[in-house]
Structure formats: structure tokens, C-alpha cells
């Protein structure tokens, strides 16, 4: 029989069984004439069933007690809920992963790479995939491969950096192995659909080590892929227009992509003339923005009722999908002359009357005479004032967006408007009432979501002066349309991640010499800025002497000594040479000198990370072969043992040797280095 699929299951205890799928139908649950029986209570004895027809696999949950879940969302009993891609079920206590279209009965693993997975460790590692495409709302899987290579069983732990929080679930992030076995883990990523997460790619890192040694570890590098995906609201107030008033249409971005639409009307009668000033809109992800025009009929009648002209509000996207989005309406046209006014001249006693005895009875037309806002544009949150005038009303009612959200009486000519559940371009209207009789009065306001620094972080708050080390970086800001965050010149960045991005994570490294700030600034859509800063303190490397023993003057023991050091008082580390193996130190009495660093112990840093000295003394290039006797007597002693200036000549007295003395790197220096050193640089 042909496989569709694979179920991989994990037990709370750790265990993951896998099955292969195949046959028209499987059932799943804890009775064993299932398909599938598995060792649990908390499922039902037949818990959901499994259809495979013409390439179609359809899920159906058999009316169980605890239900079944898919990615969160319970399912309808008796209803097939169809499976196309890689999905996590829930039953009970158990977490199940559907693998569609895969005939292995076995987790896939991928060939282990001695280049990025040492076999040192005593383990291995691996993924069964480097790259993840996925869309919002939806989720995909990656499988982690740990293989123990040691004799003993082993703790071992699971870590991911690099996405947002919430986005990835790891079920095993800590596994206990068996020597020479091989468990697995499930990397489940599904980023929220949200407008504001754009399509870009997350470069992410898996790391797998020990509990006891978390320094030693396994990285396994894997790009997240985030797609696009559309979506697109349009409305239109008032859907039923009089002829002299202005329509409102209103349009969202509902997808995480630029948008570029085009707005036009339809009359199927062609008796209307629309008036837009604008035809073409783009919009932003998750941007509203709302269009005003005029409607005029082309011809009004004279007499007669009043007609209403259908119509429709057209918006065509100029994407790959053209889709077409239409909202109907309705313009009410009055006649010219109403029908009373071409009564004949014997009825106009009577219409006079009856004219008389309506304005006198009926109830006064309520109208609007002011209606203002405080601001066109406030923080979300803040309150809105609204302040109005009119007539003949006996209520008003408060509009957003065509939704009633406060009514008050007549005496009521202001009110403090709630933003906290809005944002965007709103339409705000005034409805004064006066029994069936309505004025309106709309205005715009436009709610914007402040700067929020949610988080600015860094991994350490100290650094060590003159030794180069990293930093990593963390941010999230929400409401910024202009994020920065500003270095030390002497940084970089390590990583590719853009310090303007809104959310993200930066690896910088750098030799600090003294205390410096990171500054996060992020700008929202009005302009206003908001700031954060971070203080990274630093301190002098230090180095203990492991002995006692004489410092030179320069990196090399042929130099002049330039101090003693004591076993086990430290002393303050200023740099190290080009090739790094001697390091300069500062005495408590202020003296300076260099000594070969394996004389030394530092704790807090590693001295190969030093930062190199770029003016350190350096010996005369060219060495003299000296003879055993003297042949020459020095014409100039010098006046001081300290080391020559690089432009100085050293006064050299000969002597005869075999073989010739050449320059050697040592710790201390040994009798015939001293002798050498005095010919080159005189005596004290």
C-alpha cells in the first residue's frame, strides 16, 4: 500500500515514536483495534480517524472527550479538516507532527559535517534542513539530530537565537541520552500574521551542548524565510448618499507588503458623474488611509419623486494577484420642483394651508453649525476632544468609522474621545437627532501608535580596557518609522543584522579604552524621538607574576631592564606586542616595562586578545658578529642604560665568540644576553 504521510509522536517523558501512514484509513487512539494504538489515558479509545484519497488527506475527530487540536484550535467533531503541509495535533498529553507525502518510517537525518560538528565534543549534531520557508499564521518544523558518542548517559541541552519572541517551540530543549544513542528534537516555528512583519529572511543559530559544559557546543546555522501575504478591507460611509453630500471610502492594508491601488467609480446606468482628486493610492503594510469625493446625478429630474441611482466604489490593485474590490452605494436625487408646486390655482387656498399646518406641526430640522476636534492627530491612547454647536436637537450621537461609540443628550456639547483601541485614519462623525430628522458632520483624525523601546539589552553590562571582546546587542521597538542604534567608532558588527531594523539582534566587537554608552533612538511617524542608552563600564586588565623577575625595556630580552616584579602582586596590563608574546605592564610606582607573558597569569581575559602597541620599541636590525677578544675600544660610553632611540647608533665593543650570538626570545635574560646587552646599550 501506498505511504501518504508520517506521524511523528511525543510523549511527555521524552520518547518520540514515528509511524508511517498508508491505506484509504487510519484511526488513531488508546484501543488496540486502531490503526494506531497509543500508550496514554488521556486520549479516547478512538480519538480521530485519517482519510487518503485521489492525494487528498482529510483529519476527523471521532467525537472525542479532550478533543483534538490543530496548531491551537480545537476541531469540530465529525467535520474533515483537510492536511496539505506540515501540521502539530494535540491530543491529550501527546504532540504529534504530520509529515505529508514521506514513505520513511524513520526521522531523516542529515550526513554529519566534520568541518562544523567536532567529534571532540563526544557528540554529534545535525538538522534535517538549513533553510525554512514560512508564511504568518502557519508553521513548519525542523528535526535536531543529537547523537551521544560517549560511553556514559549524557544531559543535553537545545538553544535558539536569532527570531522574535514567541516564533519558535522547541518540545525537547533538554534531553537525557543513552552512551552511543541518538534522540531528537522538534524545532516548531509559526510567526504571528501581523501587518508590521515584513517578508525578509532571519538568519538563525541552533546550539546543542551539555548541561556540565555549555561552553562547548555544537552551532548549526539554519535561514528562517518569512513570506508575504495579502489582505484588504474597503468600506463606504454613507452607503446611501444625497446628492449634495460628500461619500468617505475608507481602505486597509491588511497584508505585510506596499500596495498600489487604483480607485474609480461604476454606474451601471451611467447617470451619475463621480469626482475623486485622487485615482491612485498606495498603502503601506497595515496602513488605513480614506478617500472623500462628490457624486453629482448628470441630469436632475424636474418633478416627480425622488430616485435612487445605484452605484459602486471600484479598487484595483496593481499587484501580480489584480485583484478587483468593490463596495455598493446609493445616491438619493431629489426633483428640481416638488409635485405640489404645479398644483392648479384652485388648490392653492388648500396647499397653502397645509403648508402652514406642517411647518407648524412638524419638528424642526436639527442642524450642526460647528463641529471641531481638538487635533487632527493624536498618540494612541490619548483622548480626543470634541467640541460641537446646533440646533433642534434632542441627542447626539458619536460615529467612528460608521460605528456608534457614545450617544449623549442635548445638553452635551463636548466629550473626551478614547483612542486606546484605535489607530489609523478615522472617520469621526456628529449625528444630531431630533425625532426621525438627522444632521451629520464628519472630520478626520488621524490615531498614531507611539515609540515604545520595549527592549534594549546587551549580554554584559563590563568590558575589559585594551582587550578586544564582543558584545551582543538586543532590540525591540514598536511605533518607530526610523530606528538607529549608535556605536563606539572603534566598534563593528559581527552579524548582518541592520541596526536600523525595528526588532533584532547584533553581535558588535571592539578594544574599549574607557567607559562608553550605546544609544538606541527611534523616531515615530510624526517626528517625535525617543531615546535609550546603555552605560558599559570597563576596567584595566590586570595579570599576575607566576615569579619574580626582571621586565626590558622593550618586548625582548636583549633590552635594558626596566623594573622588577613580585610573584603574585598583580600589575596593571597595557598591551601586547605584534607577536604577541610579551606584554606591557605599568608597576604600582609608575614604571613601565615589558615581560614574555608566560610569565604571567590573567584571569579575566585572554591575553591573545590584547590590543597590539603600535609604536613598541624594536632592536637595531642589523646584529654584529662579535669576537672573543676586544679589537676595539668604544670612543663614547653612553650616559644612560636605557634604550636607545630607534635613530641612535649603539657604540658596539667586540668580542670573540663561536658560533655568533644571535637575538633569542626568553623570559629572562641569561649571561650572555646581559653581556650583549651591555656592549649594545652600555652600563650602569
Known amino acids: 500500500m501506498a505511504v501518504f504521510g508520517r506521524f511523528d509522536v511525543y510523549y511527555p ?73 506540515v501540521e502539530e495535533i494535540q491530543i491529550g498529553h501527546l504532540r504529534i507532527i504530520y509529515h505529508p507525502g514521506n514513505d520513511s518510517p524513520t526521522i531523516p537525518v542529515d550526513s554529519i559535517d566534520d568541518t562544523t560538528q567536532p567529534s571532540n565534543f563526544g557528540f554529534r549534531a545535525s538538522s534535517d534542513m538549513s533553510h525554512v520557508d514560512v508564511w504568518p499564521a502557519s508553521s513548519s518544523s525542523v528535526e ?56 525578509q529572511d532571519y538568519p538563525v543559530v541552533i546550539r546543542v551542548s551539555t548541561i556540565d559544559a555549555p561552553d562547548k557546543f555544537i552551532q548549526l546555522d539554519i535561514t528562517v524565510s518569512v513570506k508575504s501575504f495579502g489582505g484588504f478591507g474597503i468600506a463606504l460611509s454613507p452607503e ?79 499587484t501580480d494577484s489584480a485583484f478587483v474590490a468593490a463596495v455598493p452605494g446609493t445616491v438619493h436625487v431629489e426633483p428640481s420642483l416638488s409635485n405640489w408646486m404645479l398644483m392648479s390655482l384652485g388648490g392653492i387656498v388648500t396647499a397653502i394651508v397645509l403648508v402652514l399646518f406642517v411647518l407648524l406641526t412638524q ?30 436637537a434632542e441627542r447626539y450621537v458619536i460615529e467612528v468609522n460608521r460605528v456608534a461609540v457614545r450617544e449623549v443628550d442635548s445638553s452635551t456639547t463636548t466629550i473626551t ?61 514598536t511605533g518607530s518609522i526610523v530606528t538607529n542604534i549608535a556605536l563606539p567608532s572603534d566598534f563593528i558588527s559581527l552579524t548582518t543584522t ?8 547584533a553581535v558588535i566587537e ?71 608574546q610579551w606584554i606591557q605592564v605599568e608597576l604600582t610606582n609608575g614604571d613601565v616595562g615589558w615581560g614574555f607573558n608566560q610569565n604571567f597569569v590573567c584571569e579575566d581575559f585572554d591575553p591573545m586578545r590584547l590590543n597590539v602597541i603600535p609604536d613598541a620599541p624594536v632592536l637595531p636590525t642589523a646584529m654584529p658578529t662579535l669576537p672573543d677578544t676586544p679589537t676595539s675600544i668604544p670612543t663614547q660610553t653612553p650616559t644612560s642604560s636605557r634604550t636607545p632611540l630607534p635613530s641612535e647608533t649603539p657604540t658596539v665593543m667586540r668580542v670573540t665568540t663561536s658560533p655568533p650570538l644571535t637575538s633569542t626570545i626568553a623570559p629572562t635574560a641569561s649571561p650572555s644576553s646581559n653581556a650583549l646587552r651591555d656592549a649594545l646599550f652600555g652600563q650602569n
Open 498 to 505: 541592520s541596526f536600523e531594523d525595528p526588532v533584532g539582534e
Open 240 to 318: 446611501v448618499i444625497r446628492s449634495d453630500d460628500d461619500l468617505h471610502l475608507y481602505m486597509l492594508n491588511q497584508g505585510n507588503e506596499t500596495i498600489t491601488l487604483n480607485v474609480e467609480g461604476y454606474d451601471p446606468t451611467n447617470q451619475l458623474q463621480f469626482s475623486l482628486p485622487i485615482s491612485t493610492v498606495q498603502l503601506s503594510a497595515g496602513q488605513r488611509t480614506q478617500v472623500n469625493g462628490t457624486i453629482q446625478p448628470q441630469k436632475r429630474p424636474l418633478v416627480g419623486k425622488a430616485v435612487d441611482i445605484p452605484f459602486a466604489m471600484v479598487v484595483k490593485a496593481q
Open 510 to 580: 571592539g578594544v574599549p579604552s574607557g567607559d562608553f554608552n550605546l544609544v538606541l533612538s527611534a523616531q515615530d511617524e510624526i517626528g517625535a524621538f525617543s531615546e535609550q542608552t546603555i552605560v558599559i563600564t570597563t576596567s584595566d586588565p590586570e595579570c599576575t607574576p607566576t615569579q619574580d623577575f626582571f621586565l626590558n625595556e622593550g618586548p625582548d630580552s636583549l633590552f635594558p631592564q626596566a623594573g622588577d616584579v613580585v610573584v603574585d602582586v598583580p600589575v596593571r596590563v597595557l598591551g601586547t606586542d605584534a607577536a604577541r
Open 144 to 199: 535536531i539530530a543529537v547523537t551521544n558518542s560517549m560511553d556514559e548517559e549524557t544531559q543535553f541541552q537545545v538553544a535558539i537565537t536569532g527570531l522574535p519572541e514567541g516564533w519558535a517551540k522547541i518540545n525537547r530543549p533538554i534531553m537525557m541520552i543513552d552512551g552511543y544513542d541518538t534522540a531528537y528534537a522538534l524545532l516548531n516555528i509559526k510567526p504571528a500574521r501581523r501587518a508590521d512583519i515584513a517578508p
Open 417 to 477: 474621545l478614547d483612542t486606546s483601541d484605535f489607530d489609523g485614519m478615522l472617520d469621526v462623525a456628529l449625528i444630531a437627532v431630533n425625532g426621525e430628522q438627522t444632521d451629520i458632520v464628519n472630520r478626520s483624525l488621524n490615531v498614531y501608535r507611539p515609540v515604545i523601546i520595549n527592549t534594549f539589552e546587551t549580554d554584559r553590562l563590563e568590558m575589559v580596557n585594551n582587550v578586544s571582546g564582543t558584545l551582543v546587542i538586543r532590540w525591540n521597538v
Open 13 to 85: 517523558d521524552g520518547r518520540v515514536e514515528t509511524y508511517s501512514l498508508e491505506g484509504e484509513t487510519v484511526s488513531v487512539g488508546r484501543a488496540e483495534g486502531n490503526t494506531i494504538a497509543l500508550d496514554t489515558d488521556t486520549i479516547s479509545r478512538y480519538h480521530f480517524s485519517m482519510t487518503h484519497k485521489d492525494g487528498i488527506v482529510n483529519l476527523i475527530d471521532l467525537d472525542s472527550a479532550n478533543g483534538t487540536y490543530i496548531d491551537g484550535t480545537q476541531l469540530n467533531s465529525n467535520e474533515p479538516y483537510l492536511l496539505d503541509d
Open 363 to 392: 419638528t424642526p430640522e436639527p442642524e450642526i453649525r460647528s463641529f471641531e476636534l481638538s487635533s487632527n492627530q493624536v498618540e494612541q491612547g490619548t483622548g480626543a476632544e470634541l467640541s460641537w454647536s446646533a440646533t433642534n
